[in-house]
């Protein structure tokens, strides 16, 4: 049966074809609608299955792989950073090993569209030694799903599923398994002590050959099962390409455009690879190019005089594949020597950038002008985090950015290291659930004095508003938690009169002041985007431009930047009747000449 | 295009920003292709698209291996606004069709494409269709007056009603709107 699928909607129809019957994992993006689409369907299929978002990578890692380990199938999702943070239990869990399959899909991002860094899964995977498939569109990865279940069951380790952007956000006529019954397992935990609490160093050790052992038998497999047929199906030319994942579509396409002739060799699994056996390939060829991204883990296991790539610079080492990049190679190599089919020729005139903005009624915007209007920004720092609230950066309201829940340590690190400074710290709710919980109890501890902001507006809303915690289940509180780490901890219900916002912050600066260690301000607020609530929050109060008044100061479009906000032909400032939401906010304080009014009309 | 139709091979992007339905023109091409039995594989760049920045939508239609699209290749642009189009411009043919949103400010002179214009954001303004379907009525002037363009207004209509039977009635009528306004 054919099906038009987004990349992450295939592998999430893998999963369930594949009887993966718990999955656990935390949002980022490209891999956030993989769980989003098993909860889907669940649902619209009626499904005996555990689909849940947990509070961090590291947590969902193992909640899904203690399922393997009494013999569910099981998977984990996350972003490339998000295995940063499972890593830990990534690493061990490569030694002990599981009994029902343990899927663990990474979606790398190379090209930095969403991400802080273009880490390459496929190399972590190498240094976990565990294996590792690389799918190149939507159809591989629903197909590859499968797959890695099988091979984990098989040689019963951890096996990852590593999608790029360009697979998880590739939309494509897929063909899926028509007729089937999903067979959830009954999970049975069987004691094994020496196996599931092995510890070092005899334990570990032993589990350390093992895992050799089982690295020499999946070559063996890879080599059999997937790269033998790959060999043999070539035509036998003089030049070979080796390529796993999207650098085969990018090859593929790039070798037919410029018309030249090549074996082409997929690795579904580039990780582990039969090194020798593929040299002995190397013999019947005069040269080899790799096409992989974002890092050369292919290359690096079978790397001979014959190979080029990335490591002598033949193919381009950062950022995401081009097809003009292959070209660029084939030149180098004297494979190609026409014209370059990809110029890049752009409009003679440079075009003004359109960086994405917190949206307009958004209360991020509100919170953070007001904090620069009492911190004021020569005398402060401003250490945030991973969010939507990272927009925030547009209005010059945020210093760093690290990763999940660096704010708060950052701003213990700050306070120690500048101390006359106000350090005023922002984060998220489902960041500080994530990563922003130990570094505050590091902080009250230690005694070190800052404002942690907590945006709580009870969504994951970078990524798609998924269900944070205290969305689903109301048992969990910010604000519990910020003062059962000891902080003094103020609650603030964010309303749409920026003076109100103001106040609390000029009383969060008199605490701040008489404060000895951290306090913590929640902000309770909701998110534009969050359709179940926006309506109790929205005023419907619409502003428009008193011409005369506006003066055109840039106040609006620099510090307080609501998109609507823009100027029109002569010079005034102009409310766009297609962005603008109706929060209010901007009829107090923003403008300086009052030049914002309600527009009585549209309100009604 | 029209009569070697398994043989396609087509390339689109489509440009805009947060908001304006881009995704959803890939959606109802991709739904095209399928009931044609054409093969197709398109990318959309999803991250930061409902906070109002930059998207921009990919589309390849027939025997492709990867979703994006490189320099100097796409067949057709689909410009939901000026300088959307204009950002992406270097991913079009130099013979290629370009089909925008734009004002008469536009500097159609200096682009080599053949260049299919209206002013849709003056139209919506001015109430003549929602400005939500300002997607569906860029694929109507494409209908309209781009030779190449692989699928039909029945087509396009087939799929319509496939994707959402509620709205598609609503979509028709803008669709057919922007046919009838490029015609003059």
New interface residues.
Partial sequence: M?Q?L?GNDAIALGMIHSNIDMVSGYPG??SSEILTNVQKLKKQMNLDLYAQWATNEKVGFEVAYAGAIAGRRAAATMKQVGLNVASDALMSAAYIGNLGAFVLVVADDPGF??SQTEQDSRVFAKFAKIPVLDP??PQDGYDFVSLAADISEKFQTPTMLRPVM?VC?????VEVKEEFEFKPTKGEFKRDIPRWAAVPRAGRLRQGYEMIDRLEAIKEYNWEELIKPEFEACKGGKFLVLCSG?G???A??ALDDLGVEADIVKFKMPYPLPAEKIKEQFNNYEKVLVVEEPMPCIEEQILTEKVHGKLDNTMHIID?L???YIQDALKKLGLYDKEN????????EE??A??????PGCPHRDVYYSIMKVFKKKKSIYPSDIG?YT?AINQDAIDTVLCMGASVSMASGFSIADPDKYTVATIGDSTFFHGGIPPLINAVYQKHKFLLVILDNSVVAMTGRQQPPQRQNGEVDIAKIAEGCGAKTFEYQYSNDLNNTIDFFKEMKKEYEKAEGPIVAVVREFCV?DKDVVNDHLPGEFSTVIEEKCIACDHCTTVYKC?PMAYNDDDKIEIDP??CIGCGSCLNVVCPTEAFTLDEERGK | MKKGVNKMRYQIVIAG??GQGSVFL??IL??C??NKNV??????????S?????VSCT?KLGD?????I????ADLLIGLEK??A??N??YLKQDGTLAVNADESF?KE??KATTIQIDAFSK?KNKEFP?QGLNVYMLGIVLAKCEDFPFTLEDVKEALVQFNPKVAQQNIEVLEKAIADIKG
């Fill in positions: 054919k038009t987004m993006t490209p569209h969403s190149a569109t360009r956000h590739a939309r494509q006529i999207t085969y579509g990018f593929k396409e995401e081009q097809k003009v089919i990809y110029p890049v020729i752009p409009f003679k075009i003004p359109r960086p994405p903005n917190l949206c939507c927009l985007l998109p297609f962005l | 920003f947060g890939v959606k991709a739904l292709a399928g093969a197709c594989l398109g990318t959309e760049n999803h991250g930061m409902q906070r109002g920045g930059a589309i492709y291996t990867n979703p994006v490189d320099a100097n290749q300088n959307e204009l950002r411009i270097s500097p200096d682009l919506a400005i």
